[in-house]
């Protein structure tokens, strides 16, 4: 290790050498391609589960904790702050208040959409304060969207239900 | 709330809010066993796509540090990786692939992971090795190669969505920042002009950066016109995805001593995370990042952040992240940092300068690499290296912070140059 240390002026930094997209698409570069395919299913477990077989009814599913007195959505078999068991299992509503919301114009992949959608975090009526979960609104104007914005399932005919948060199509304003 | 004159941050205190506070970490203990200094940190250029492998940009940031401080391979004793999603490279025990780039092998090497909080996370896992004493040189990479998932590495984030319960709607990362931009831009009643000031300020300062994927001038109007992403999020809130890595080299006081006159002090490191159920959470404050800087300031005894911390580097993977940090950094009060940002207050010559580096939004967002524009930054202005980014004011003490997972973590370091 050497003792006393050379006064470099400026921090020290490495040049790499940047590529681009045509430099890949014609092959320029020396490179390896391949699309790996794995499989899963994913079990949804207990608390879940049951939440999901409930959408099939129509109905959202919520647990209860007597100590710290939450109603949480989504469920839980255990409550993460008194990190004890749920007491039981209630109802909640299928109506809400958008927490938060946003317009997208892009897919998964990052892909333009043609028409957005309108994403919002929806705080279930009959839950805690700021129990909210994800969904998309629907039958709105993205310019008519509001936070505090009241809002209500729409619920896929029950025969197409298939136990899964995709059983409520959208939510749409609640009106008067 | 009137808070006790003799307020020790002890259970003495029984009035105003702060005894909640100072009760929530009143369990923290710490024995250090050795102080902790930084003494070289080096990086590689951030673009978008690198014709070098992840092990070759490991490698290159090293030896930058190494050169730095002046030392051999040889004189390091353990190292830490930090390196973000395996999905991006397509390669599992990521941090074994990537070991003989940054010099790893033959000495006790881990790996460390929390998302987008990596690129400070790891300089804390650093920190662990040399307090603790089990290390007296420690040194820690931080390496990110997204190009590889392609088209676009946002295919290969879609797989942080809960499988069950997000997954179904097609979510895309974006939205997640969306949601809590929009939030924040509720409760508090900023305009957009207001957070895009943070991208404007941010880009410019890349201009000074070597490293520089996106640095430019650009304008207010600019960002309201780019292309809409996932409103209130535009093309030009965003930082850019890349490939990079950063390396920095921590010791103990005596071979800092031998080193240099003037090492850099690491003087407090705080981590936490909030709970995964996000939806269940009010998104317009980062209480992740509060408590983790409850913690980083409680170690380096700072007790007013707006009046000791001379210069920051918040995480700015978004332009409303830098302000939202802020406040959770205890830089700002609620829904103040737009005002401090729009009055000049946290440009490279105001009061409180963050992001001098340029931060991701200007150098670029290679995940855990970003410990090149924070951690590394941090070290270089308070080591008065910066060369043209050094900031116009006199600093002593700085604070870096990061941030990650599904808007969970929140990781940061305190450093001083006096210890």
Redesign the interface.
């Known amino acids: 290790m050497a003792v006393g240390k050379k006064d470099i002026s400026a921090p020290p930094y490495a040049e790499g050498t940047s590529l681009s997209d045509e430099d890949i698409k014609k092959k320029k570069v020396t490179y390896v391609e391949d699309h790996p395919n794995i499989r899963y299913s994913w079990t949804a477990g207990q608390a879940v589960s049951k939440f999901l077989n409930e959408l099939k009814k129509g109905k959202i599913a919520a647990t209860k904790c007597n100590k710290c007195r939450r109603i949480m959505v989504p469920p839980r078999v255990f409550c993460e702050l008194c990190y004890k068991p749920i007491d039981e299992w209630v109802y909640v509503e299928d109506t809400g208040t958008v927490q938060t919301f946003s317009i997208s114009y892009i897919d998964p992949d990052a892909k333009p959409l043609e028409e957005p959608v309108i994403v919002a975090v929806i705080s279930i009526d009959g839950a805690s304060k700021n129990m909210g979960i994800m969904h998309v609104l629907g039958e709105v104007k993205p310019e008519d969207v509001y936070i505090g914005m009241k809002v209500k399932a729409v619920w896929k005919p029950e025969d197409e239900r298939e136990g899964s948060v995709t059983d409520i199509k959208y939510w749409k304003p609640l009106e008067g | 709330m009137e808070i006790h004159p003799n307020c020790k941050w002890n259970s003495s205190c029984f009035r105003g809010v702060m005894v909640m506070e100072v009760e929530r970490i009143s369990g923290l203990k710490f024995h250090k066993k050795q102080d902790v200094a930084i003494?070289g940190?080096?990086?590689?250029?951030f673009?978008?796509?690198?014709?070098?492998t992840g092990k070759e940009?490991s490698y290159?940031?090293v030896?930058?540090?190494l050169?730095?401080?002046?030392?051999?391979l040889s004189?390091i004793e353990m190292v830490v990786m930090g390196s973000a999603p395996d999905a991006f490279d397509?390669l599992h025990m990521k941090g074994e692939y990537l070991l003989d780039g940054s010099g790893g092998s033959d000495r006790p090497y881990m790996r460390v992971f929390v998302g987008g909080g990596t690129g400070v996370f790891a300089p804390i896992a650093g920190y662990w090795h040399v307090a603790s004493g089990l290390a007296d040189v420690c040194l820690v990479v931080c390496e990110e190669k997204m190009?590889s998932s392609?088209?676009?590495p946002?295919?290969a984030f879609?797989y942080i969505w809960d499988?069950?319960?997000?997954r179904?709607?097609?979510?895309?990362l974006?939205?997640i920042f969306?949601?809590?931009m929009?939030?924040y831009m509720?409760v508090h009643n900023i305009k957009h002009e207001d957070i895009a000031l943070v991208s404007v300020k941010n880009k410019a300062n890349a201009l000074d950066h070597?490293?520089a994927q996106l640095a430019e001038k650009i304008t207010v109007e600019d960002v309201l016109n780019s292309?809409?992403?996932?409103?209130?999020?535009r093309r030009l809130d965003v930082s850019p995805p890349s490939?990079?890595a950063a390396a920095l080299i921590m010791v103990a006081p005596h071979?800092a001593r031998?080193?240099?006159?003037n090492p850099v002090w690491v003087t407090g490191v705080g981590w936490a995370l909030d709970?995964t159920?996000w939806?269940?959470?009010?998104?317009y404050f980062p209480r992740y990042v509060a408590e983790a800087a409850k913690m980083a300031y409680k170690m380096a005894h700072i007790t007013d952040p707006r009046k000791e911390i001379d210069v920051a580097e918040p995480y700015d993977p978004f332009d409303y992240k830098e302000l939202h940090h802020m406040e959770g950094l205890g830089l700002a009060k609620k829904g103040e940092a737009p005002i401090l940002t729009r009055e000049g207050v946290t440009a490279r010559d105001g009061d409180l300068p963050c992001s001098p580096s340029g931060g991701l939004l200007g150098v670029g967002n290679p995940i855990a690499a970003t410990m090149g524009v924070k951690a590394?930054e941090l070290y270089?202005q308070l080591a008065y290296?910066?060369?043209?980014r050094q900031v116009a004011k006199e600093v002593t003490t700085g604070v870096c912070q990061a941030w990650g997972d599904l808007m969970q973590v929140g990781t940061v370091v305190v450093m001083s140059n006096k210890r």
Not at chain 2, 227 to 233: G, S, T
Not at chain 2, 258 to 261: E, M, P
Not at chain 2, 279 to 283: A, K, M, P, Q
Not at chain 2, 385 to 388: L, P, Q, T
């Open positions: 003494v940190a080096g990086m590689t250029t673009k978008r796509r690198l014709n070098e940009l290159l940031a030896k930058q540090a050169e730095e401080a002046e030392m051999e004189d397509g190009s392609h088209p676009h946002q295919s879609k499988p069950i319960l997000d179904p709607l097609n979510p895309n974006i939205w969306a949601l809590e929009n939030r509720h070597p490293c292309e809409p992403m996932a409103l209130p999020v490939d990079g071979i031998q080193i240099t006159d709970t159920m939806t269940n959470r009010d998104l590394c270089w290296r910066a060369g043209k």
